[in-house]
């Protein structure tokens, strides 16, 4: 198995265009995970999901940030418009929902500038 | 409100020494720790768990102790390598509540040849 996938691995956008960060989850895995990684914040829960279905949106910092699950092997997020301190590292996981570990993907790194 | 924490921001260490990093938590609901290891521009991989039930797991040169009374974990790491250089990130979960983990801030260790 190739692991969690995650794409693009950099992206560099201007304040208020729309980013789109996607990932691809272990084949096998019904639970999906969007963390996002700052100096200030550590690793913080933006959004997870079990069987597709969205459990808990708590994380999402505001109304511009959107996530979907359109079936067991691909998730997005997107940021619209995106604004310079949602600079971050962006990491998607992926876990069997009954056992305790998560397997991450090498995230994205997003500069808005 | 951060509901875990890792007070020690970094940590420098010989090698063949021992490094010991603290983990706190606030939630007297967690019942599953874990510890995961982070190196650049890769994402965070699983190192060691403890169950709630137990007060210390060990798994080769790494150690978790948990103390419940006190909210506090700690891995050591004997002898200490320089492979061991990282990003070590504390995280928590609620087993009831579903496979969110709530992670700490992370600690950066350093170990010197």
């Known amino acids: 198995d190739a692991g969690v996938i995650q794409s693009p691995r950099h992206e560099v956008t201007e304040m208020g265009q729309e980013v789109t960060l996607r990932c691809k989850p272990i084949?096998?895995?019904?639970?999906l995970f969007w963390y996002r990684q700052t100096m200030m914040r550590g690793l913080e829960l933006l959004i997870y999901f079990n069987n597709n279905v969205p459990i808990d949106d708590s994380g999402m910092p505001e109304d511009r940030f959107s996530a979907k699950m359109p079936n067991a092997s691909f998730s997005t997020l997107k940021i619209q418009p995106s604004e310079p301190r949602d600079s971050a590292v962006y990491f998607c996981?992926?876990?069997?929902?009954?056992?305790?570990?998560?397997?991450f993907g090498s995230g994205t790194r997003l500069t808005v500038v | 409100d951060q509901q875990v924490k890792q007070n020690s921001p970094s940590l420098s260490v010989q090698e063949g020494r021992i490094s010991i990093l603290n983990c706190d938590y606030t939630?007297?609901?967690?019942?599953?720790f874990l510890w995961y290891k982070k190196y650049p521009a890769e994402g965070p991989t699983f190192l060691i768990s403890?169950?709630?039930?137990?007060d210390k797991n060990e798994d080769g040169r790494f150690t978790v102790f948990l103390n419940k009374s006190a909210k506090h974990l700690s891995l050591h790491i004997v002898p200490s390598q320089p492979g061991d250089s990282a990003v070590y990130f504390c995280?928590?979960?609620?087993?009831?509540?579903?496979?969110?983990?709530?992670f700490g801030g992370g600690t950066r260790v350093l170990v010197k040849p």
């Open positions: 084949s096998g895995h019904n639970s």
């Open positions: 939630n007297s609901m967690f019942d599953y």
């Open positions: 996981a992926s876990s069997i929902r009954e056992q305790g570990g998560y397997t």
């Open positions: 403890i169950s709630s039930i137990k």
């Open positions: 995280a928590a979960r609620i087993k009831a509540a579903g496979n969110k983990l709530t």
